[in-house]
């Protein structure tokens, strides 16, 4: 069956190019007689190049290397992509950065000049804002995991185009699958409305105080830095907004996925 998807396809292909990239072990079955072994090795094969590493599967079946090579996969497989007009004018494309096993992840929009140029998220003034923010949170940044919706800059810092957040949405969901952190935090309304599937014009103030069900995992959406920078007066609520974090990252705050959303009023 072919695959619709072509980021999902490009994965296929990769696959089967360079499966010791991929697939240690299954460059190793594969050449053995064992015929196990072999569907074994088939079967992981498959899961990586459809996408079927569902959350669960990733986690209580794959070994932590296995994702982490999945995740290395999935950034060589970005690095290379073509598959929307941003790649005509980006420099370097920006996949994410952080612990592959963070239990919190940060999603913003997409990268600005200064990202586009050192192929990091957050990396500019809004970036060092976040610094300062995770520093207050008592977090280092190599503890967290930050990504945006789009890997490529738009031209001029201009707002992502449907097709350009369609096309590239499928990395994002895939980096979430694979790192699996116990809480996303979304920056920004751009990334709280491509993560959660929200009408275009919703606002960042009508999104907080609330905890969303991101796939079975607690999604808080907050201020983006960039929007701190330009209005102090967010940087109250935006902490607010951290302290919830931190709150469900301890589990002093309950959340459970049937809480769609969870008002922090209730
Ligand atoms: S923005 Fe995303 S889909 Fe478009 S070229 Fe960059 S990585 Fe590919």
Same mark, same amino acid.
């Given at each position: 069956?072919?695959?619709?998807?072509?980021?999902?396809?490009?994965?296929?292909? =990769?696959?089967? %190019?360079?499966?010791? *990239?991929?697939?240690?072990?299954?460059?190793?079955?594969?050449?053995?007689?064992?015929? #196990?072994?072999?569907?074994?090795?088939?079967?992981?094969?498959?899961? /990586?190049?459809?996408?079927? $590493?569902?959350?669960?599967?990733? $986690?209580? @079946?794959? %070994?932590?290397?296995?994702?982490?090579?999945?995740?290395?996969?999935?950034?060589?497989?970005?690095?290379?992509?073509?598959?929307?007009? +941003?790649?005509?004018?980006?420099?370097?494309?920006?996949? !994410?950065?952080?612990?592959?096993?963070?239990? *919190?992840?940060?999603? !913003?929009?997409?990268? #600005?000049?200064?990202?586009?140029?050192? !192929?990091?998220?957050?990396? #500019?003034?809004? #970036?060092? =804002? +976040?610094?300062?923010? +995770?520093?207050?949170?008592?977090?280092?940044?190599?503890?967290?995991?930050?990504?945006?919706?789009?890997?490529?800059?738009?031209?001029?810092?201009?707002?992502? &185009?449907?097709?350009?957040?369609?096309?590239?949405?499928?990395?994002?969901?895939?980096?979430?699958? =694979?790192?699996?952190?116990?809480?996303?935090?979304?920056?920004?309304?751009?990334?709280?409305?491509? &993560?959660?599937?929200?009408?275009?014009?919703?606002?960042?103030?009508? &999104?907080?105080?609330?905890?969303?069900? &991101?796939? !079975?995992?607690?999604?808080?959406?907050?201020?983006?830095?960039?929007? +701190?920078?330009?209005?102090?007066?967010?940087?109250?609520?935006?902490?607010?907004?951290?302290?919830?974090?931190?709150?469900?990252?301890?589990?002093? /705050?309950?959340? @459970?996925?049937?809480?769609?959303?969870?008002?922090?009023?209730?």
């Amino acid at each position: 069956m072919r695959d619709r998807n072509p980021i999902l396809r490009h994965l296929r292909q =990769l696959a089967e %190019s360079e499966p010791e *990239l991929y697939l240690p072990r299954a460059e190793r079955a594969l050449t053995s007689t064992n015929a #196990g072994a072999k569907a074994d090795a088939n079967a992981d094969v498959e899961r /990586l190049a459809t996408g079927q $590493s569902a959350l669960s599967s990733a $986690s209580a @079946q794959a %070994s932590p290397a296995q994702f982490v090579v999945e995740l290395a996969a999935l950034a060589k497989t970005a690095l290379a992509c073509a598959l929307c007009p +941003l790649h005509e004018t980006r420099h370097k494309v920006v996949f !994410g950065v952080g612990d592959a096993h963070a239990r *919190l992840m940060f999603v !913003g929009e997409a990268p #600005g000049a200064d990202e586009d140029a050192q !192929g990091e998220p957050f990396v #500019g003034r809004a #970036g060092q =804002l +976040l610094n300062k923010i +995770l520093t207050a949170m008592k977090l280092r940044r190599s503890e967290v995991y930050i990504a945006n919706v789009l890997k490529c800059r738009p031209p001029g810092n201009r707002n992502p &185009l449907p097709g350009e957040t369609a096309t590239c949405m499928p990395y994002l969901r895939k980096q979430i699958e =694979l790192i699996n952190p116990a809480v996303v935090v979304a920056l920004g309304a751009v990334a709280a409305v491509h &993560l959660l599937k929200l009408a275009p014009d919703v606002a960042v103030k009508s &999104l907080r105080g609330r905890i969303f069900n &991101l796939d !079975g995992r607690p999604l808080i959406v907050t201020y983006h830095p960039a929007a +701190l920078l330009r209005n102090p007066s967010y940087k109250t609520p935006t902490w607010e907004d951290m302290q919830t974090v931190l709150k469900v990252l301890s589990g002093e /705050l309950k959340w @459970q996925p049937e809480n769609k959303p969870f008002t922090l009023d209730n």
